[in-house]
């Protein structure tokens, strides 16, 4: 069996007597003859989509002709529109017989599917249009998105209300994203000394945007140097996004803690003598927590004298709660505080001498 035809042998139904022919695929075969010869039971179609091959094929005696230049047998294109050929046979005998097709030829519709470009790792989307239904190649669907990892072409087929059907071909580019990547060159960032610099490691990219996460201005340099604010501990996010050539991002993203200095200054001695200067021992402290803060004094036997939890308030040589002064010496204080934006707390001990 042939698989680029249909064959007929022995075709005996209606008024057909023992027809025997062969009908090619992906042709419109129109088959025709006089009156009563039983063509009607071989072929009723005879519409065609536009560039599809007609041939017509009349059964009768070795004299049959086609008008319009048409020859029995033999394929041929015909425009879009419908016209009427004329089959002609002459017997031997003079007699003649004719017979009339009609074919009808549909356009095609104008399909088109626009080119996209798009950065690695971002979705497609392709539309065809002109048609009413369309079919993608490689299992794309149509207004559905999907994740192309290299440039190619898709064929779209788009059919329309009449059933014929055309292609468009769209272009996908898909240009390759860069490699964003970095380090911080100092993990170490304390409020004194809050400034980094950055060793850049991308690769594919000519230009960068760094977002330090403090709220300060954005960065394009390609290795910048940041100072993070002295005034306050705490954790930054880091971002740097690296653009290829083609403007493709990709983003690479650290954190680095800023640590809570502290600075406190004990004074040895003081002299509660009413004359204005140096009455009060205080301590005078920096990065600490306010309000968590206990300031303690002990007389040589280890008796608390004095107890305060205010950073502003401090010992004036009294017993406390009682209103005279404590006598010439040395005395032990204690001091027991949190960290300023930290859970951390420490704990100082040392010596002070009242002297009147």
């Known amino acids: ?177 860069p490699i964003a990547a970095f380090t911080i060159l100092d993990l170490s960032l304390t409020t004194s000394t809050p400034m980094t610099g950055f060793d850049n490691l991308s690769s594919g990219a000519v230009s960068y945007n760094w977002d330090f996460g403090d709220g300060s201005p954005n960065s394009n340099e390609f290795e910048p140097e940041h100072w993070f604010p002295d005034d306050q501990a705490g954790e930054y996010e880091i971002t740097l996004t690296a653009y290829s050539a083609q403007g493709c991002p990709a983003e690479a993203i650290k954190y680095v803690h800023v640590f809570q200095d502290f600075t406190i200054y004990v004074p040895n001695a003081f002299t509660p003598d009413g004359n204005g200067k140096n009455e009060i021992f205080k301590p005078v402290m920096d990065g600490f927590n306010e309000d968590d803060y206990t300031l303690y004094i002990f007389n040589r036997w280890g008796d608390l004298i004095f107890e305060s939890h205010n950073m502003e308030v401090g010992w004036d040589g009294k017993f406390a709660r009682q209103d005279f002064q404590v006598q010439d010496g040395v005395y032990t204080w204690k001091i027991v505080t949190g960290l300023k934006d930290s859970s951390d707390s420490k704990m100082f001990v040392g010596h002070v001498s009242l002297l009147k």
């Open 1 to 177: 069996m042939d698989a680029h035809q249909i064959s007929i042998r022995g075709a005996r139904a209606n008024n057909l007597q023992n027809i025997s022919l062969d009908i090619p695929h992906n042709r419109l075969i129109v088959v025709t003859g006089v009156s009563g010869s039983g063509k009607s039971s071989l072929a009723f179609d005879i519409i065609a989509c536009e560039g599809t091959q007609v041939t017509l094929s009349a059964m009768g005696s070795q004299n049959i002709s086609w008008n319009n230049g048409v020859a029995n047998n033999v394929p041929f294109l015909q425009g879009i529109g419908t016209m009427v050929y004329t089959v002609t046979d002459v017997l031997s005998t003079g007699c003649s017989a004719s017979d009339d097709v009609q074919i009808e030829v549909l356009p095609n519709p104008i399909v088109s599917a626009e080119d996209i470009v798009l950065c690695e790792g971002d979705p497609a989307v392709l539309n065809g249009s002109g048609a009413v239904s369309y079919s993608w190649s490689d299992g794309v669907q149509d207004g559905v998105a999907f994740y192309p990892t290299q440039s190619g072409q898709y064929t779209v087929t788009g059919t329309g209300a009449n059933g014929c059907s055309n292609i468009a071909i769209a272009n996908v580019t898909v240009w390759e994203a």
